[in-house]
Nanobody, 115 residues
């Protein structure tokens, strides 16, 4: 079993920054894909960024150049550095792990950007 716990959300003014963290525990193996998703009120959950165990990254067009995903395999933690935040970044942010065909989700952390 795998547990994912997000932290770092909060209220920030437009133009500000936040760093989200996702700590994984349980049956963790180094080969997996970690990702951040978000879901705004009334909208579908969408992929924000993902990172492979080898460090390859990809981003949604809406956040490319502003957000950076990274991981520390020794700490089983993935991060999302969010800069130049906009009101449209307001959402619940979820960490996801894909490993051996199984998907695990965290409970989410709320990010609110005030304009």
């Amino acid at each position: 079993q795998v547990q994912l716990v997000e932290s770092g959300g909060g209220l920030v003014q437009a133009g500000g920054s936040l760093r989200l963290s996702c700590a994984a525990s349980g049956r963790i193996f180094s080969i997996n894909v970690m990702a951040w998703y978000r879901q705004a009120p009334g909208k579908q959950r969408e992929l924000v960024a993902q990172i492979t165990s080898g460090g390859g990254t990809s981003y949604a067009d809406s956040v490319r150049g502003r957000f950076t995903i990274s991981r520390d395999n020794a700490k089983n933690t993935v991060y999302l550095q969010m800069n130049s935040l906009k009101s449209e970044d307001t959402a619940d942010y979820y960490c996801r792990m894909a490993r051996d065909g199984t998907i695990y989700w965290g409970q989410g952390t709320q990010v609110t950007v005030s304009s």
